[in-house]
Every structure is written in structure tokens, then in C-alpha cells.
């Protein structure tokens, strides 16, 4: 059965710094990966998205996320965090009949 | 052009009661997906509608119904309702072709059960 793991529920990150938020999964056949934002009391945001291709993929708000096959990996970076960063994150694995699975999120935190 | 929009943004109900609630998708899309967000659950599936039919559903009690009117619009209705269903509701909505490559999330309902 699919499956997405998200090992780190909370990260605190200076304001700043470099940010990496891990997200594996669990699925047979090529996955459609997909990284979202959601800021309190607000719906998803779409950050980014593998299909195929190059699997370094470019996001919005500077993030980019890099597919690693071998691993079963999708870790969402972005060099330096702004305080308005500050959110939970959830990575997801698209399967069969157009519905997602869920990581169980990330909540960032950033120190100023 | 407007977004996903989801009504009402908060619901109060007792358990044992009804609670209805609405989804208006982006302009020209199709499909309606409905996600439960239960604290500590995470996001779970729950239903899909496409063309005005029910496409798939998720791991949930008949209790959790819902349909999807002529403009595309959606509701979601949740029936007998129990102290666990308190949660977010996501609805969500893309063109069909797109599938889940074009998801739109709405900013959700979130449903308090007393």
C-alpha cells in the first residue's frame, strides 16, 4: 500500500539558515510526489511537484524539491528562511483514482 | 479569478446532529475532492466527484455523504454526527484531466462537534 513518512513533526530553523524537510514514501509504481504548505487556518498550497523528468523540481517561495528513486525520497529545500516561512508542510504521493496520500506534516518553525 | 471557496468557515453542532457543508469549485473545474484533517489523523481522503457523480471514496462510514449539483458545486454532509468527526474540512477541485496534477485547496470549514 502507498505510504508517505514524514520522520520530523516539528523543525526550528534560525531565520536565514538553510532548511531541508524530509519526506519518503512508499509506492510501486513511479510516483507522482507533491510538497504543500499550509499557513494556520488555511487550506493547502502547492509548492511543488514531480511527475518525471528532471528530478530536481523548482517550487514557489524559492523552495525546490529533488526525487532520489533509490531512496524513496522527496526532501523539500530551500536555502535560506524568511520568518513568513513559518507553517507546517506536508508532503504527499499521488495514487489511483486521482486521490492523494498524506505525509503527516512537518511544522517549521523559525527562531529570529 | 476566485478560488476555491468553502462555506462556512466554522460549524458548531451537537453530536447526533446534521452538519452540511459547502464547496464551490475554481471556474471550469470538474472534480471535487473532499479531505478530513483530524488533529493527530492527519489529512484523509474521504470523497471525489466528477461530471456530477461520486468517482471514489475513502475509508469512511456511510454517515459521510455528499453530492455534486450541476455547476460543479459540492456539498458534503456528514449524518449522526460523533465527537471524533470534529476536524477540518477540505474540499479541493481540479479538471478532470488534470487529476490530481491540479488540485486547488479551499481554506476549509472546520467542524467543532459538542
Known amino acids: 500500500a502507498q505510504s508517505v513518512t514524514q520522520p520530523d513533526i516539528h523543525i526550528t530553523v534560525s531565520e536565514g539558515a538553510s532548511l531541508e524537510l524530509r519526506c519518503n514514501y512508499s509506492?510501486?509504481?513511479?510516483?507522482?510526489l507533491f510538497w504543500y504548505v499550509q499557513s494556520p487556518g488555511q487550506g493547502l498550497q502547492l509548492l511543488l511537484k514531480y511527475f518525471s523528468g528532471d528530478t530536481l523540481v523548482q517550487g514557489i517561495k524559492g523552495f525546490e524539491a529533488e526525487f532520489k528513486r533509490s531512496q524513496s525520497s522527496f526532501n523539500l529545500r530551500k536555502p535560506s528562511v524568511h520568518w513568513s516561512d513559518a507553517a507546517e508542510y506536508f508532503c504527499?504521493?499521488?495514487?489511483?483514482?486521482?486521490?492523494?496520500?498524506w505525509g503527516a506534516g512537518t511544522k517549521l518553525i523559525i527562531k529570529p | 479569478e476566485a478560488g476555491v471557496t468553502q462555506s462556512p468557515t466554522h460549524l458548531i453542532k451537537t453530536r447526533g446532529q446534521q452538519a452540511t457543508l459547502r464547496c464551490s469549485p475554481i471556474?471550469?473545474?470538474?472534480?471535487v475532492y473532499w479531505y478530513q484533517q483530524a488533529l493527530g489523523l492527519g489529512l484523509q481522503f474521504l470523497l471525489w466527484?466528477?461530471?456530477?457523480?461520486?468517482?471514489n471514496r475513502g475509508n469512511f462510514p456511510p454517515r459521510f455523504s455528499g453530492r455534486q449539483f450541476p455547476n460543479y458545486s459540492s456539498e458534503l454532509n456528514v449524518n449522526a454526527l460523533e465527537l471524533e468527526d470534529s476536524a477540518l474540512y477540505l474540499c479541493a477541485s481540479s479538471w478532470r484531466r488534470q487529476g490530481i496534477g491540479g488540485y486547488t485547496f479551499g481554506s476549509g470549514t472546520r467542524l467543532t462537534v459538542v
Open positions: 509506492y510501486g509504481a513511479t510516483p507522482y
Open positions: 504527499a504521493v499521488g495514487a489511483p483514482n486521482y486521490q492523494l496520500i
Open positions: 466527484y466528477d461530471e456530477g457523480e461520486e468517482r
Open positions: 471556474s471550469g473545474h470538474t472534480s
